[in-house]
Nanobody
Framework: QVRLVESGGATVQSGGSLRLSCTTF?????????MGWPRQAPGKQREEVAH???????TYARSTEDRFTISLDNANNALILQLTSLKPEDTANYYC?????????????????????????WGQGAQVTVSS
């Protein structure tokens, strides 16, 4: 059975930083083709923050690409999301998500990417609250 467990959620002041970590049980990160951190704020739709696609590029939401960094810490079996310059609008429950399937875009510039349906395993979430 695959489990994803997040840690690192906290309350911080605007402008602060946090490091979220996700550990996988039942599979290693090398088994996944898509790994990411979506988030959901109260009363809002879930949105993607950042994800890694195997053999592809890291992808970020426009609102976070200059402030957040996603990475794999293979030594510690962890998927990391480093958050900096946090804003009150970053307040949300941050989920760790992964899947074994990735989507292929053919054409002159062929590449792999992750659709929301490619994320089939989910953690319980880590609450991040940013106070102004």
């Amino acid at each position: 059975q695959v489990r994803l467990v997040e840690s690192g959620g906290a309350t911080v002041q605007s402008g602060g930083s946090l490091r979220l970590s996700c550990t996988t049980f039942g599979r290693t990160w090398g088994d996944f083709a898509c790994m990411g951190w979506p988030r959901q704020a109260p009363g809002k739709q879930r949105e993607e923050v950042a994800h890694i696609v195997r053999d592809g590029s890291n992808t970020y939401a426009r609102s976070t690409e200059d402030r957040f960094t996603i990475s794999l810490d293979n030594a510690n079996n962890a998927l990391i999301l480093q958050l900096t310059s946090l804003k009150p609008e970053d307040t949300a429950n941050y989920y760790c998500a992964a899947g074994t399937h990735r989507t292929y875009h053919s054409g002159r510039s062929a590449y792999y990417f992750c659709r929301s349906e490619d994320f089939t395993y989910w953690g319980q979430g880590a609450q991040v609250t940013v106070s102004s």
